[in-house]
Structures are given as structure tokens and as C-alpha cells.
Nanobody, 114 residues
Framework: VQLQASGGGLVQAGGFLKLSCKTS????????MNWYRQAPGNQREFVAG???????NYADSVKGRFTISRDYARNTVYLQMDTLKPQDTAVYYC?????????WGQGTQVTVSS
């Protein structure tokens, strides 16, 4: 299993970014994929998840602003992040517990300036 995250960057508050997580070795029709984030000095926290059938759930802090989706043909999971806030600044990781153990991508930095 390999997870390759990309799409991070520097954006002003109120702006948007779209993260991508390219997967390999994963059956995307059954694997739940998640996005987590970790800000400096904080623990890694759940942001959003999507099941193999497309059901989604979100952390309260991002509901209504972030949208998780997946493209089965491209083996890619996306995180559309709108109305970004400085407190969204973190390294974002894609994750799956496919095959019963956690797999993590390398992380992509998102920085939101005020």
C-alpha cells in the first residue's frame, strides 16, 4: 500500500486549496480513506473520511467548509478545503486502515495566513 499526498501550499484566510491522495495497492471500492492533520505542538487529529461506498463524515471544525471525495478510476481521494482559516494550518496526511493496519501518506503542508 502506498499513499501519495499532494496539493498543499500557502493561502490567505478565506481562500481554498484542494488536496489529493493517490493510492496504490488499495481496493478503493472497499477501503475507507481518511484525512488527518497535525499542527505544531498538537496531536494528529481526524479531519474527514469517506467509505468505499462514498459515505462521508467530518470533524465538527471543518463541517460545511471541507469536502472529501474520491475518484475510483484515478485511485485518488480529494479534500476540497474552502473558507480556510489560520487554525487550519497543519501538515495534512491521508490514511487508511486497509488490511487491518494503519497506512499513512507522507503529509502535505497547508499554511493559512491571516
Amino acid at each position: 500500500v502506498q499513499l501519495q499526498a499532494s496539493g498543499g501550499g500557502l493561502v490567505q484566510a478565506g481562500g481554498f486549496l484542494k488536496l489529493s491522495c493517490k493510492t496504490s495497492g488499495v481496493n478503493n471500492k472497499i477501503a475507507t480513506m481518511n484525512w488527518y492533520r497535525q499542527a505544531p505542538g498538537n496531536q494528529r487529529e481526524f479531519v474527514a473520511g469517506i467509505t468505499g461506498s462514498g459515505n462521508t463524515n467530518y470533524a465538527d471544525s471543518v463541517k460545511g467548509r471541507f469536502t472529501i471525495s474520491r475518484d475510483y478510476a484515478r485511485n485518488t481521494v480529494y479534500l476540497q478545503m474552502d473558507t480556510l482559516k489560520p487554525q487550519d494550518t497543519a501538515v495534512y496526511y491521508c490514511n487508511t486502515n486497509y488490511t487491518g493496519r494503519p497506512w499513512w501518506g507522507q503529509g502535505t503542508q497547508v499554511t493559512v495566513s491571516s
